[in-house]
């Protein structure tokens, strides 16, 4: 599996000893807010289980430090090999310093020229004014909005659909 770098960070696959990290950021619900209900740790293993084997999925580092920062994946397209969905989730202590931002142009610019994704999607609780912002940041245009489509503990919410075509970084 690859590892990605980035002028500051280091982009890698999961390893077993990532499963502290990766369940204290399933259960922040400050984190999950914007994603899902949090779940049971039974569903969190099986979770971080696939996230081992799981081509594309990276934890973020910085170069200097081992104490991970986030994660970011691409699950690419089963109907339409050229296209991948992408997901990312930066710790709050990192948040407002870039960190999101880089490590998505970095996996965009992988799964462009490594990958041969022709478009990168992403979908966005309307209400996450960050990761809208750190989305535009990185070229990607709004395309869609579901209204009231996606529901977190029985709330719903509008979730808007983001496009970053190939050649348009």
Same mark, same amino acid.
């Given at each position: 599996?690859?590892?990605i770098?980035?002028?500051?960070?280091?982009?890698?696959?999961?390893?077993?000893?990532?499963?502290?990290?990766? @369940? +204290?950021?399933? =259960?922040?619900?400050e %984190?999950?807010?914007?994603?899902? !209900?949090?779940?049971?740790?039974?569903?969190?293993?099986?979770?971080?289980?696939?996230?081992?084997?799981?081509?594309?999925?990276?934890?973020?580092?910085?170069?200097?430090?081992a104490?991970?920062?986030?994660?970011?994946?691409?699950?690419?397209?089963?109907?339409?090999?050229?296209?991948?969905?992408?997901?990312?989730?930066?710790?709050?202590?990192?948040?407002?310093?870039?960190?999101?931002?880089?490590?998505? @142009? +970095?996996?965009? =610019?992988?799964?462009? %020229?490594?990958?041969?994704?022709? !478009?990168?999607?992403a979908y966005?609780?309307?209400?996450?004014?960050?990761?809208?912002?750190?989305?535009?940041?990185?070229?990607?245009?709004?395309?869609?909005?579901?209204?009231?489509?996606?529901?977190?503990?029985?709330?719903?919410y509008?979730?808007?659909?983001?496009?970053?075509?190939?050649?348009?970084?």
């Amino acid at each position: 599996m690859a590892t990605i770098t980035t002028p500051r960070l280091t982009l890698s696959p999961f390893e077993p000893s990532d499963w502290p990290f990766f @369940r +204290a950021l399933r =259960e922040a619900p400050e %984190i999950m807010r914007y994603m899902a !209900a949090i779940a049971p740790e039974t569903e969190t293993r099986r979770q971080f289980a696939a996230r081992l084997t799981t081509p594309h999925t990276f934890v973020i580092r910085a170069h200097d430090d081992a104490t991970p920062l986030g994660d970011i994946g691409l699950q690419i397209s089963s109907r339409y090999r050229e296209e991948a969905d992408i997901g990312y989730t930066v710790i709050p202590a990192a948040q407002g310093r870039g960190i999101a931002s880089e490590a998505l @142009r +970095a996996v965009c =610019e992988y799964a462009f %020229i490594q990958v041969g994704v022709k !478009a990168v999607n992403a979908y966005v609780l309307g209400e996450n004014g960050g990761s809208v912002r750190v989305l535009e940041k990185a070229g990607f245009v709004r395309t869609q909005v579901l209204e009231q489509a996606y529901e977190i503990n029985g709330v719903r919410y509008d979730d808007w659909v983001y496009r970053l075509e190939s050649g348009a970084a």
